[in-house]
């Protein structure tokens, strides 16, 4: 299904075009087609109908809660790494039992604020964390669900700053190592243990290591039902990759098909925890050109938007297409599109071939719907951009452009004469 495609020569998304988006909204904005959004949870979800399962959408991928709002109107809950998630799935009016909560360094009043609202489990990464939540759960007189997050050392084969679950990264806790902590866990007066939770890393494009990680979990999960531990949910995380240029990634289903052929005997509800696969081709940057330059080596394109607001090519070197907003016939040519960033990094496409464009134009950078605007900063003192769903022939602004104003909020020059 194709929420973004030209007609005759303008690009759509759903029934809106964008030139009208950058003319009406301004540049740059972040664009999501409702359609998209809904398509892709819909699938994802669907391709575990046959089994109980809760699909919490890894918010961190994007967090507006217009977008919120629509996956947990679709059944859906969140996975949650922070109490700033917490308040905007509240928000959002995610109900407090579809939402799971991962990270490794939750404080004391994240714990309290997760506790209080009644999440549905904590996915714990350190014995130390386990006692921390057990501590806090005593003090306010609750026992607090929970799983551990295994790291179940297994390489993704993605990218290495996006890989979690291999022994070298901060996440979970080795498989011999929990058996150790859920012994303790069970002693633990105030923690009921839910189950187990693994993530293993983003940008999946191959099914294997999602095998090879449930397989492991599968032998831990037996040892557990043999010490008298019932495991009651089974989270494996996100991760599922999408394309972006050349990838071919599993779909949804072939996905689906291979899990639930590892899970066959098990009886527990399952957790998924999509990010990417739900939104990353969901969503767009929509930016204009401001100018254009020729070095001795190299042509630029200079556009409004930059490593502040789309960070990904900069962090992780990732390929995002471009496209006019307006087709010509015009010569291509190779160019570095570019931000106004003062940053050698600040890039968004470095040696593309792009028919040539003239300040003024927009283009589209395609695939930014996930880790895109809840990555952005306030990096130059630039305001972040605004973002924008797009319904059938209708667009909502679901967040104002940031002002000057915004920019200093909670500044205070302090009287130091
Ligand atoms: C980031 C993250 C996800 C989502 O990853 P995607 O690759 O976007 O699907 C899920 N679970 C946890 C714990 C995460 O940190």
Redesign the pocket.
Known sequence: MHHFRYEQDELYCEKVPLRKLADQVGTPSYVYSHATLKHHFTVFDNAFSGVPHLTCF?M??SSNLAILNLFGSLGGGV?I?SGGELYRARRAGIPADRIVY?GVGKTVQEIDYALKENILMFNIESDLELEAINTRAGELGIRARIALRVNPDVDPKTHPYISTGLKKNKFGIDIEGALRSYQRARELEHVEIMGVDC?IG??LTDISPFVDALRRLRVLIERLQDMGIAVHYLDL????GIVYDQESPPHPHEYADAILKELEGLSCTLIF?????IVGNAGLLLTRVLYTKKSASKDFVIVDAGMNDLVRPSLYGSYHQILPVVKSDRDMQVVDVVGPICESGDFLARERGLPMVLPGDSLAVMSAG?YGFTMSSNYNSRPRASEVLVRDDQYFVIRKRETHEDLVRGEWIPDLT
């Open positions: 890894a961190k991928a996975d790494v991962s993530h983003s940008q995380g996100g991760g599922l925890e999509p990010g990417r696969v996930a």
